[in-house]
């Protein structure tokens, strides 16, 4: 018998295949940094994620399934350096945009609401000062209902 819970359990998005990913560097890592290490942002792990490197853009499919997109973001301690900024977009709309985040900056929560929404695309840039050592988490990133 299935339950309510059941429906309700968040999907991680590195749990789901992206409809396309891009990225300055390396490959994408589900649960894992974009070295292929442990998703680690300041002094927290994460044991799912999604490790990438600036400029770079995952998109993918909700089709009005989920109502809420939450996580942290930040830099992955395996470089030193870089800087970053964290944006999502909801069917081409901008939502969501971090500060510039540093390798010295602690993980940075964000909840957004996609109620509706077709598409969400994710993109980290280099803040306008380069890519060097911008190894950019979308840590314990998921989809509720």
Known sequence: ??????????????DLKPVRSYQGYGELGLDKSCEGNSLTIGNAVF???LGTHAYSEIIYRLEGKYSYLEGF???????????????????????????TLYQTSKPSKFSISVKKVK????????????????????????LRR
């Open 1 to 14: 018998m299935l339950t309510c819970n059941h429906i309700l359990k968040p999907r991680h998005l590195s």
């Open 47 to 49: 044991e799912k994620g």
């Open 73 to 99: 973001v930040g830099l992955d301690k395996e470089v030193s350096g870089g800087s970053v900024i964290f944006q999502v977009y909801a069917d081409g709309k901008k939502l969501y945009q971090s500060e």
């Open 119 to 142: 598409q969400i695309q994710l993109v980290v840039t280099d803040a306008d000062n380069g890519t060097g050592a911008d190894h950019a988490n979308w840590a314990d990133i998921k």
